[in-house]
Every structure is written in structure tokens, then in C-alpha cells.
């Protein structure tokens, strides 16, 4: 077998093609991947730390302005009319079951609703860190369904702010053998109480929250 012979010309495109191949492998091997790479590493690192730090700056520029509509918004909240218009709760209970009756008065289409029983309910449990006081009463009603679903619906979308919690509904037995079956109803409405003791709280607890609040 003949040895190939190259002449002059391509024997120096050869050693020029394997210079510049051994110059890449010696690149990749002694520079890219112990010097580029790692410092191309390191620039992408700062900037995702510039981007970073120029939200955190943005929002730390807002704060003032996000601080002062937190505080209005608090009492703006306060003086609303989703809080209870009496400043004492007991005036506000009573001022509750007043309310019922002439919610129930107000919805006796579809059939028969009446209050059976209404009574205030003394030191209505609360959350801890709830900063207004509470009013509640205990109601208990006799009514047909379709006026009990507008009775409920009326108090709890309505203005002040209501909550309908505890709620128990059962069929009186005496009256089922009867032709009327009325429901037996019973459930704690309760709201909160608006005065200025509490709009104040309000704005201080808006502009520092110690957690979360109703």
C-alpha cells in the first residue's frame, strides 16, 4: 500500500487544521470550563441580584404611600355603614332583634314565618386580636322555607355588616302531624359595634397589623 503524499500546500492546510483543533481543545479544557463558565455564571447571579434589589427598592419607595392608604383605607372602614350605628353593644342587641322582627314582618311571602323567641346574648365570644366589640342575640323562629331563605338572605347581605352563625333548623314534630310543617329555627345573628374608640383602633391596626383580622 502506497503511502499517501501530500504536497507543500496541504500539508500546512493540515498543520494549520490540526493547530487550531488542539488551540479549541486546549481552550475548552484548560480556560472555558475553569474560567468563562464559572465567571459567566457569577454575571448572571448579579443580575438576577440587580433585578432583585430594584423591586425591593421600588417597593420599599412605595411604602410611605402604601402605609397611608392602608391607614385611610382602615378608617374608611371604620366609618362606614357596615358597622352597627349604637356605640354600646346592649343598645346595639336590642337594636338587632328589632331588626329580625321587621326583617321577618317584611318577607312572609311563600308562606308563614314568625319570631318565636329573641334574646341578647351577654359577652358574645370573639377572636383575641379582634379589635371591635361584638353585639349578638339568639333568635329563634318558626317559618315556612322560602320566607326563612329570604329572612337569612336579607340579614346577612344587607348593611350593617350581620353574620349568621350557630344555625339549627329541625321540623317540630307536634306540628307534622298537622297540615302545617313549619321549621323550627334557631341561630345567633351578630354584628359589630362602630364608635370612635374603635375607629381609632381600627386605623392603628390598619397601619400596623399584628395579624390577620376580620
Known amino acids: 500500500m502506497k503511502a499517501l ?57 412605595e411604602k410611605p404611600l402604601l402605609e397611608k392608604r392602608i391607614a385611610a383605607l382602615g378608617a374608611g372602614q371604620a366609618a362606614s355603614n357596615a358597622f352597627l350605628p349604637d356605640d354600646d353593644p346592649n343598645t346595639a342587641a336590642a337594636d338587632l332583634m328589632q331588626r329580625v322582627v321587621d326583617t321577618v314582618g317584611a318577607h312572609t311571602a311563600g308562606g308563614s314565618c314568625t319570631v318565636t323567641q329573641k334574646m341578647p346574648v351577654t359577652n358574645p365570644q370573639s377572636a383575641p386580636d379582634e379589635p371591635y366589640r361584638k353585639a349578638a342575640v339568639s333568635i329563634n323562629l318558626s317559618c315556612d322555607v322560602q320566607p326563612l331563605v329570604s329572612v337569612l338572605q336579607s340579614l346577612e347581605q344587607g348593611t350593617p355588616y350581620l353574620f349568621v352563625d350557630n344555625l339549627n333548623i329541625y321540623r317540630n314534630p307536634v306540628a307534622a ?38
Open 5 to 61: 503524499k501530500l504536497t507543500p500546500r496541504d500539508s500546512r492546510i493540515a498543520a494549520i487544521g490540526l493547530l487550531l483543533l488542539v488551540l479549541l481543545l486546549a481552550y475548552f479544557l484548560l480556560l472555558h470550563w475553569w474560567f468563562v463558565a464559572p465567571l459567566r455564571d457569577i454575571d448572571a447571579q448579579m443580575d438576577d441580584l440587580r433585578d432583585t434589589q430594584s423591586r425591593y427598592a421600588a417597593a420599599i419607595a
Open 177 to 214: 302531624q298537622g297540615n302545617g310543617l313549619p321549621l323550627e329555627v334557631q341561630f345567633t345573628l351578630s354584628g359589630y359595634v362602630h364608635s370612635s374608640n374603635t375607629a381609632a383602633g381600627a386605623s392603628g391596626a390598619a397601619a400596623n397589623p399584628p395579624g390577620d383580622t376580620p
